[in-house]
Structure formats: C-alpha cells, structure tokens
T-cell receptor
C-alpha cells in the first residue's frame, strides 16, 4: 500500500492562478514528519517545509501555504498567484519515528506547469 | 557553510561494471542516507549510515552497498550494474539534536548505464 499518495500526476495552470497540490498519507505511527520538496528540471531537491505530526497549525510562507489535517491524513500545498518559476515536480513525503526519520517515503510527485 | 555535496555529477558506465558514488554531509551532520530516483518517479530509500554502520535498508539487492567514514562522508557502491540502475542518486545528511531533526539533500549524481 502506498504510504504517500499524490493523486494529481500533472497540473497546468496559467500564470497568476492559484493552485493546490494534494497529498494524502498513511501511517500508524503517532510521531512522524511530513515534507514537501520541489524538484526543478535541474534535478536538485529543494526543501520547502517539514511539519511535525503534533503541529497541526497551517503555515504560510510568502506565496506558499500548507494545510495539515490529521483527521483526513492530508497535507495539501497551495501556491498563490503562481509564477513560471514555480514549474517543477513537487513531492510530498513522510518519515516515521518508528522506522527512522531518515527513511523518507516519497509520493510519486505532481508535475506542475505554469503557463505564461 | 557548505551543504551536502556529491561527486561525480554525472557518470556513464557499462552494464556489468561497478560504480562508486561519494557524498559529503552538511557540516555537523552525522547521518547519511542514500536514495535512488528513477526517471519520472519519487526517490526511493536505499540505506542509511550512522556511526559507520548501516542502520536501515530499503528494498534494494546486495549489489548496493555502502560505507561511512570517520569524518561522516559516505560512499555508495553498486556492483554488476544493470540497465535499470540508471537513475539520479541522491544523498541526504541529517542530524537529530535536542529533539529537532533536520535533513538536507545533495544535488545528486546522475548515473547512466549503457
């Protein structure tokens, strides 16, 4: 069973539109971390956010915001007023205390294309 | 402060050969993990090294082995290369300190097996 599901394989939006990337995770651990990474065409994974399972506060960082809901096991990512530079593959990921925080389980990724 | 560095950047090998990839962790980090990312997929955990020992392993065959040195740097070795080993290999270093955990990924080594 996939532990991290990103149902959207590809999304295309027009510049300045808002876009939400969905992430649903599965774990029996009570202590875990959730992540979002951006991977531009260059290939390097760019860390965006890490959220501890005990912190359900939503977070906003500039045009980025994250909605963490334990009740639905979701950790969605919204980009407001998208820009062409946001075009990349975005990965949601999970690591669990029980198996080691270093064993990060990645979702399949969502490829975002922002069209000028 | 240098982040995680990896070498080489790109590598081309022939099926059946052996390859060694290298990783230097972020300063102060003591744990190194390796990931394989095939084209169009998310990274897959290979293994983790801490205190010069393999602590965790993902679902990879014994052809994949590693080493961690006293300075925390690490090597990933792959023997008897297969075409399917072509991928981006990512190294991540991490540290658990005072209840806070941080992990950073390197830029990766792109391995092509022909």
């Amino acid at each position: 069973a996939q532990k991290v599901t990103q149902a959207q394989t590809e999304i295309s939006v027009v510049e300045k539109e808002d876009v939400t990337l969905d992430c649903v995770y599965e774990t029996r651990d009570t202590t875990y971390y959730l992540f979002w990474y951006k991977q531009p065409p260059s290939g390097e994974l760019v860390f965006l956010i890490r959220r501890n399972s005990f912190d359900e506060q939503n977070e906003i960082s500039g045009r980025y915001s994250w909605n963490f809901q334990k009740s639905t096991s979701s950790f969605n990512f919204t980009i407001t007023a998208s820009q062409v530079v946001d075009s990349a593959v975005y990965f949601c990921a999970l690591s669990e205390e029980e198996t080691s925080y270093d064993k990060v389980i990645f979702g399949p990724g969502t490829s975002l294309s922002v069209i000028p | 402060d240098a982040g995680v560095t990896q070498s080489p950047t790109h590598l081309i090998k022939t099926r059946g050969q052996q390859v060694t990839l290298r990783c230097s962790p972020k300063s102060g980090h003591d744990t190194v993990s390796w990931y394989q990312q095939a084209l169009g997929q998310g990274p897959q955990f290979i293994f983790q090294y801490y205190e010069e020992e393999e602590r965790q392993r993902g679902n990879f065959p014994d052809r994949f082995s590693g080493h961690q040195f006293p300075n925390y740097s690490s090597e990933l070795n792959v023997n008897a290369l297969l075409l399917g080993d072509s991928a981006l290999y990512l190294c991540a270093s991490s540290l658990m300190r005072g209840g806070n955990y941080e992990q950073y990924f390197g830029p990766g080594t792109r391995l092509t097996v022909t």
